[in-house]
């Protein structure tokens, strides 16, 4: 069972930047595949990006070229740098892992199964 703990949630002004991080512990973390997610007040929670276990990364089209996932397998974390912020932006962000070392490609939001507690980002206009 792999537990995933975020943390770097914070309050920042349109056009600034935040780097979320996703520590885990459990089993073979650092061959899965790991993604982030994110949920707005009243809205359903939606794919933000994603990455397999040699760096391949996936991104909705909502944030590309803003937001960049990135993963260290030694310290066994994974991170969410967010730039060019936005207020739409604002959500709770959710860390998530899969129990296999690959994203869907065509589907990259699917199978994932493993889900942190979240860490709110809030962007002020």
């Known amino acids: 069972q792999v537990q995933l703990v975020e943390s770097g949630g914070g309050l920042v002004q349109a056009g600034g930047s935040l780097r979320l991080s996703c520590a885990a512990s459990?089993?073979?973390?650092?061959?899965?595949?790991k993604a982030w997610f994110r949920q707005a007040p009243g809205k359903a929670r939606e794919f933000v990006a994603a990455?397999?276990?040699?760096?391949?990364?996936y991104y909705a089209d909502s944030v590309k070229g803003r937001f960049t996932i990135s993963r260290d397998n030694a310290k066994n974390t994974v991170y969410l740098q967010m730039n060019s912020l936005k207020p739409e932006d604002t959500a709770v962000y959710y860390c998530a892992a899969r129990n296999y070392p690959t994203v869907v490609a065509a589907s990259p939001s699917s199978g994932f199964v493993n889900w942190g507690q979240g860490t709110q980002v809030t962007v002020s206009s």
């Open positions: 459990g089993n073979a973390f650092s061959n899965y595949a």
């Open positions: 990455i397999n276990w040699s760096g391949s990364t």
